[in-house]
């Protein structure tokens, strides 16, 4: 069973057993981000990304379905920087793990106060 740890992540799917729970990392794939407040407004591309602010987690790399997506947060600094869609359209399709808290977020189980990513094999911030 995961942990939660960096090195045994909660999956996208499994996340919302887990709904409280600080400080944890989550592994899936970046499938798009929401361009409004709620999950409805999931847009599962790269092109023209109106917000820098979240992207959208799923358990498969080819997932349409907004219910079936976790949000995340990115806090303004490094994260947001080196993950968010709008600087960073080669992101979309790769799989990442983050660590933040597991609460709702546009109206989903989804991850929040993100402050760790790790992508491409290297751990952010360092």
Request: some cysteine.
């Amino acid at each position: 069973t995961a942990t939660g740890a960096f090195d045994n992540p909660f999956t996208v799917t499994e996340s919302p057993i887990f709904v409280g729970r600080k400080d944890v990392c989550v592994i899936g794939f970046v499938v798009g981000y929401y361009s409004g407040t709620t999950h409805t407004s999931f847009v599962n591309n790269a092109t023209n990304v109106s917000s820098a602010s979240n992207i959208a987690l799923a358990a498969s790399p080819t997932e349409t379905d907004s219910k079936k997506t976790m949000p995340v947060q990115l806090p303004a600094g490094a994260i947001r920087d080196i993950v968010n869609l709008q600087q960073n359209p080669q992101n979309l399709g790769k799989q990442i793990m983050l660590r933040g808290d597991i609460n709702s977020y546009f109206g989903l189980i989804g991850l929040r106060n993100t402050k760790g990513a790790f992508i491409d094999g290297v751990e952010y911030p360092q």
